[in-house]
């Protein structure tokens, strides 16, 4: 039997102690686990930020892309191997600064891969800016007196954006969120779970304390039931998104392997690239 | 006649680009040699148009400066072209907009009623037909020559329309034999009957790219790029792959980066923004020793620029583009067959040295149609460089292993495996790594994969990275050039051979690892050495300078103007610059 | 007194006849007019496209930029100068595929710009592939066995960004369509408006006809009023967004000129550039 | 002693940062020359860091290869770092954790109980303070010198603080002088009182912006540019301007297009990830002959690389990553001084000549701090180029007139007018253009345009493209480097001439367009030229091939293993290149 030992490595992360990624990480391996995959069958792809480092930490196929960018990899990579289990994670800023149009479309795209952002609503590895996640009012190294946009809403624009699986979760509460990706790695489709997940040096707002006291579970709200989406947005416009849980889920939309005609059962890298002669010449008669 | 050229010009949304295929396959299938050009400009309707084939009984890879037919739909065509052609020329109007010659065109001028014989048969478009079959009746061909096609490309709107078309390249011709008189006609001589494809380098490629196993594309459209996806989407999905269209370039290369990283051959291909646009992606490949092709259709730059005209002018932005030192390749096909053989390479490239390849070509040539021989799978291999399958995997939880995708072998190019195999579990990042891809920053880590990424290339080079016409041990004049100029150049040189000039002429395919020491013998055995390209810089000039100097005997022809180099242009051009005195002979 | 013919130049468009964007075209003109704006105050700021070509043919200042940048390049100018009134504008594939980051994000900054999407659900400069807001099935050059994406919903995304104003109309609807752009101008902050304006080449879909049967005014919708977000993204999404008029307006949210600390009054562009020797020498003694 | 190295090494977070922060202000204070070069890692908490301040009486423009003092806080910062030691030098170690003194360590090794006198007095983070006192035992100055700096430093904290800090420098004081015997102190010579500024490049280029008149600033982070930002954010509102953080850096690079184009004097600045995104916007501020300024801080590369180290491997890049040709000037500072002037220059140029401009520095500049002389605002000066104000704008219907932005003027500048002007209308696109920003795609006007951007520079200039220091006529050598090797230059120079070699050296400031005339005859002149970089291809080297040739007198020395290129390492490597004989005296 797999346990999330397996998934794990001997790299000690440079995170800083008490970094809210650590059990995201354990989330992962456990939610790999209990799905019983295996190492090799698993990719985490990721983003660059501290939270890109996460790539490296879990015993698995990993890919630490470029700024942004791992959801396009991700996709790639899925095209390739539909039989492998593909990961995208990453930071708020990589998923919804330069990365926003990579996510939106993803989202669009619909393909059977996984989407974790480790939101601290704020950029960590490069010490403590602004991020779309930051909220109005707070103070950083680029807005010394405090940001003026208006944060991003990551539940408000999955939802707009026509996701087939909504989740949202708190890095402190391993459980859930353990089965909530294991629910997104089930999902048919593309599953987008955003991960509160503090930033212990450089946000003193959005801190573990501050989200024990404002998070609510969608299981608490009375009649919630997370396959009508109008309510899910409703709830997460009332709620100002301080919700948790599996806020969306639409079983019905077939994921983008399944639409694309004639798209190859076995995974594209199995294939064999040769041509016959006669399909070359198949090929080459519409030109003759 | 051995060679013609005909030109049919209006405005755009007027079909003459179906024209100018139903012309030119109708000459295809007779077995001549043939050259198409299109000019068209930035909009969607409206705006002048036109497209020149030239038709020969030999191998041509080029249009050429002259005209013998220009076929008109209004004045603008005429004002604009008439200059092209020869002194015995035909230029057949439409009558309608009472059309003016120009007082010093020296051609024949024949108003014909175009416009009004097709409304007659129901519908102006047809007017296309008409003047086909006009043509046909100037080089005194039967008109029923062009029925196959006909029937072919209007199969899925009918009879009817069939036999209306029909009916107007009849009209057409039989307009021309009753009121031309007298009516000098300009046969051609026959044609060797021989198998021919005739395609568009676009064309060529995107065959190169389903030859070479490769089933995924990723891709933003662009001009003069689209086609290929546009010609894939039709054909992979037959070999399980497919087309994918992206929110932008960057998503397409990185799309194409992670399924190459799955161990599929995948691919993008854009146009110099497109390009910019992936300069980050470009590197990430680089780094992570991941394989990719990127075809880059070069289009009038900088900026958005002239996106339907010719020029050259991104070769050092693919050499040098993206930030920071990377192994890369870039290879310049200079014909529709290069542009299949090299295609299949660059895929084989990009695979056996784990390394972006840079598949670059031309408007002229990705949009142009050129005939040429039957492409042959046999001449094309599949070579996919080092990977490692399945191996034991370390499955006690101690002692997990890491696979060496990194390792400092000498060849600097160390195993790759796929995601899902047994054993291979590694990592793989943009940032500086070990040899199992875990990010380090140690000086000595760095200078020693540094050096391995960097040695993967050392002594790189293809076969032919340069295309050669060796006409004399020491010749007077050294062509260099890149790209579609070849045809111009070829003909040029032949030129000026007639006229007592020896002339050598080089046509670089490997941009990039620049393939120096195998040039320079030619360099130094020649007494003026002109570099000919399309852009204002003289980016193939700088890249000669910059590896083997030559400054005394180098000289530069650039365009610049978003128009094809033609032979007699570049004859002159040539002739004008000569320094040496001609061989006595 | 300015008419429209104050915004009209001498260049023909080079849009095929029928084209929606025509009557963008006018109606930006009209409501210039409308409001009395004179034309070297105005500039239009376009993207790559044949929506693009439009700030060519306005007798205004104009800015055609790189495809999917027209929003970055917009703000900057208004930055620039915030006597200006800025115009961005552009189609459904600048907007939505390539910009569509820029899109969000121009949204959260809400800046005093109004951006004016040309909505032909389809590619056309570069001859008819699928947009994001294409519908699934749709077939083009690039999806010829129909496309397999779920569209974009415009709407839901702006509002799910946090727009201060949101607005959709038909390009054949001048009247409608010249007063919302002049409410948007009006508007403080920035104001998005989608705007269906039909593909006679390309788009044999979405046509003039179809959007005539299926385009609903909310202003026809009982007790509907646009001060209110839930109500307008609940009418969205039961509509399908097939709805114009002004869907959503918040006039009490600030715009980004109006909450930035010290921010100059007078246009930077009017700003003296030199330093007086004791702002400079305070500059310096920092480092002494 | 004329000059000190110390150094501080510890895990990142343990405050060796604000440590080195406040050991050198208090020597800048008393009027000493430092250099200070931080090493750290692309993490936020652990990993080894530390930071190395050369003092000196005399100006410096680098940290050197030696160490005298190096203060450490666990076993790790020695074993990294012994080996810099002079032999009479002193490791002060933290007797938490045991250190050891390796075998071969001629040093002094005091372990001294940092932590635990903090600790006494109420917080471990003050084991820094302890350790500046104990610093100041062995160089025999008085502790209290740093008190008005701690009181500065932690104002914001409190007096308790502050008081608790100073007693800890004074334990540490005391501590060394009472354990230590016999204490052989090494004090320094005094320093010339003049006044001096003591800064970083990056903080030399906010500065730059400001005097240059720059009121607004589009970024996003990254190392190690963000400094920029963060200093500027503080100062741009009060004239009214201020800092955006953007999106991405496509945003910032356009949104400060669009803030030039609007009449502001607007930059971004970034590093290389991020000027790969920027290439396609480059290539539209060209086309449009938009002023912008970008400020590039190199770093490790390709890719993410190395964020946090020095690398010179952007210069190709630069000068011709975007696609198509265009009109751009680099400039390469090399000192903190030049940072500043050359800031404030860069934005003249990019609007005199309405092009993009790239101001390249590197992550040693950009980051380490240097002494420097006051700068002076009266040596800056602010020209705009041609800007046409308010005019008689044609009010009339019928006559509406554009303006020509982009008329055909011989020197290829045209007027500029800013949005708002009346009577300036006019159009402005990145698609070619007329004379009124009208797209037009016929070949005249192509190439009449393309002409006069490219004539913009034709004879571009700046006072001293290059920095110089000739000590010969006929030298035996003759060094080239750019950016923030130029200390090590000058310092190995000196010693070649101390051995008797005749040596030139020559900094490169103006990188494009390359000033080949000037350059010309320093080479000529040279018996061997070594051209000295940090990245693995020569860059450098092949632009000067490429202009110049000299192939067979130019060497390389390159380093690209990310840490800075240190006086006595050149040295070393440059004597074992030296082919000719030394001049016999
Ligand atoms: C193209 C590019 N731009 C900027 C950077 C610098 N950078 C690295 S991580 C990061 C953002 C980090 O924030 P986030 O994504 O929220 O991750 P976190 O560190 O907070 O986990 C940035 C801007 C980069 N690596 N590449
Ligand atoms: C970076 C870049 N990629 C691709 C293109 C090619 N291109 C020009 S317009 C366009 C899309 C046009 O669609 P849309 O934005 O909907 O405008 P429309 O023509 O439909 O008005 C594309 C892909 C480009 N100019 N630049
Ligand atoms: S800086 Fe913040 S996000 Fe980064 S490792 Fe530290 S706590 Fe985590
Ligand atoms: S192609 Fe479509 S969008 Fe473009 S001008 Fe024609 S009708 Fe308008
Ligand atoms: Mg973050
Ligand atoms: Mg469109």
Known sequence: MVTFKDFRNQVKPNWCPGCGDFSVQASIQRAAANLGLTPENLV???????????????????????HGRSLPIAQGLKMANRDLTVIASGGDGDGFAIGLGHTIHAIRRNMDITYIVMDNQVYGLTKGQTSPRSDSGFITQSTPTGSIDQPISPLEVALASGATFVAQS??????????LIEEGIRHKGFSFINVFSPCVTYNKVNTYQWFKTHLKKVSDIENYHPFDRQMAMKTVMETGGLITGLIYQNKNQLSYQDLLPDYSDQPLTKANLHLTTEEFHQLITEFM | MRQLSWKIGGQQGEGIESTGEIFSAGFHKLGYFLNAYRHFSSRIKGGHTNIKVRISTKPIYTINDDLDILIAFDQETIDINYRELNKNGFILVDLKGSPKKPADCPARFYPIPFTKIAMNLGNVVMKNMVAIGATCAILDLQPSMFKPI?????????NTIIQRNVKALQEGYEYVQREIHPLQTIPLAPPKKEQKMYLTGNEAIGLGTIAAGCRLMFAYPITPASDIMEYLIKKLPK??????????EIAACTMAIGANYGGVRAFTASSGPGLSLMMESIGLAGMTETPVVIVNTQRGGPST?????????DVFAMIFGNHGEIPKVVIAPSTVEEAFYDTVEAFNIAEEYQIPVILLTDLQLSLGKQTTKPFKLERTEIRRGKITEEMEGEKDEKNKSYFKRYELVPSGISNRVFPGTRGGIHHVTGVEH??????????????KQMDKRMTKLQTFTIQSPF????????????LIGFNSTRGAIEEATERLISEGYVVNHLHIRLLHPFPKEE???YMEAAKQIIIIEQNATGQLKNLIHMHLGFFDRTFSINKYDGTPLLPNELFHRIKGMIKTKKEET
């Open chain 1, 44 to 66: 985490i792809v990721s983003g660059i930020g501290c939270s890109g480092r996460i790539s490296g930490y879990i015993y698995a196929y990993g890919f630490h892309g470029i």
């Open chain 1, 170 to 179: 708190f890095s402190s509460n391993v459980k859930e969120l353990t089965s």
């Open chain 2, 150 to 158: 006909i029937e072919d490309m209007f199969q899925h709107k009918g």
């Open chain 2, 239 to 248: 070999f399980g792959g497919t087309v994918i269209q992206t929110e932008d």
């Open chain 2, 305 to 313: 620029g002239l996106p339907t005209k010719q020029e050259h002018s």
């Open chain 2, 434 to 447: 070990d040899e199992t891809g875990r990010p380090v920053e140690s000086a000595l880590n760095r200078k």
């Open chain 2, 467 to 478: 295309v050669k016409k060796i006409y004399g041990e020491h010749p007077d004049l050294l």
């Open chain 2, 519 to 521: 040039i320079k013998p």
